[in-house]
């Protein structure tokens, strides 16, 4: 998790009208040659298959010359989009083996029409394939047979790790920068100094009078210098108030009676007034504002929903917040 400072962003956008912030962000690099190199493994897999438990006494000879054609186009494809992936070790180190095993069995396979070029790519010779018989082709691919038990072996891991590889994590680190015009960057420095200074006024000694009237003063400035700067805001988008500022609104209207006898009026623009002269009792002020005071906690739950919003993109809600009192 990201963590932006308040008085970072008060900072970035008192020198430049912007700020920025970057998250590290995982996902996935799709190579393209990875994935069909998987489809060809898949499909040598099943050809092997095919071939181990093929019935060479009464099988169909098209049907195993069909196979055997397949075997052949499959791998040479695969030798294609594998020699495109790049820095892949797993997938080499098992090709290599493959190749091994048709080196070794050069001569069987030769035998019933198999040969490979000096691309490394098998060949099929039709007529040769045609004219050995079934026995041969057994020796080669039956299931007890070493060449068909390393060559299962071998393609098991080359699918393996195509499918990894066409799919491989990777980590991002991506800046966001954001411009702000001056009214937006008046709302994002208000949000943080509503949010403080209703922290400070829940905080507050209130055995010290002066100083508490003080810091209701400070709050009934700083509530109304952030409907005045998301006014701004509101006119210059040609939108109406965000949700936050009409749910601030809201619950200061609810906490109207409880604000009256602490000497706050709610006007018709529905700006606060402080008069220290209509405190209704010395325990008012306590009473609506001294921690813990539901009041003020709504406050700073709504302004610090207020600041993530306007600051952090949808998509990197998960992953970035912004401390409003750092």
Known sequence: MVTIQASTLSAQLQTSGQYSYSVTKQGFAHDAKAEDASYNAKAMRQMIKHLKYFDYEDGSATELKKYVKNFVSE???????????????KIKKYT???????????????????????????????????????????????????????????????????????????????????????????????????????????????????????????????????????????????????????????????YQTSLTQSGITIDSDDTLLFDEQAIASDDALRSTFANPSQYLSQIQNYAESFMQKLIVKREDMGSVSVDIYA
Do not use: W
């Open 75 to 89: 791998y040479n494809s695969l030798l294609d989009n594998t020699g495109k992936i790049e820095n892949d070790k």
């Open 96 to 254: 290599d083996k493959f190749d091994a095993l048709l080196n070794k069995y050069e001569k069987e396979l030769s035998d019933i029409g198999i040969t490979k070029k000096t691309n490394g790519k098998l060949e099929l010779d039709k007529t040769k394939f045609d004219e050995a018989k079934n026995e041969k082709v057994s020796e080669v691919f039956t299931r007890t047979s070493e060449f068909s038990q390393k060559a299962t072996l071998y393609m098991d891991r080359i699918f393996e790790n195509t499918r990894l590889a066409f799919q491989k994590p990777v980590t991002d680190n991506v800046t966001t920068v954001r411009q702000a015009s001056n009214a937006q960057s008046q709302l994002i420095q208000q949000i943080p100094m509503l949010a403080v200074s209703a922290n400070t006024l829940a905080q507050a000694d209130y055995s010290d009078d002066t100083q508490v009237k003080s810091f209701v003063a400070g709050y009934v400035q700083y509530y109304n210098a952030l409907l005045n700067a998301a006014q701004n805001v509101a006119a210059e988008q040609g939108t109406l108030e965000s949700e936050e500022v009409s749910q601030i609104k809201q619950v200061t209207r609810n």
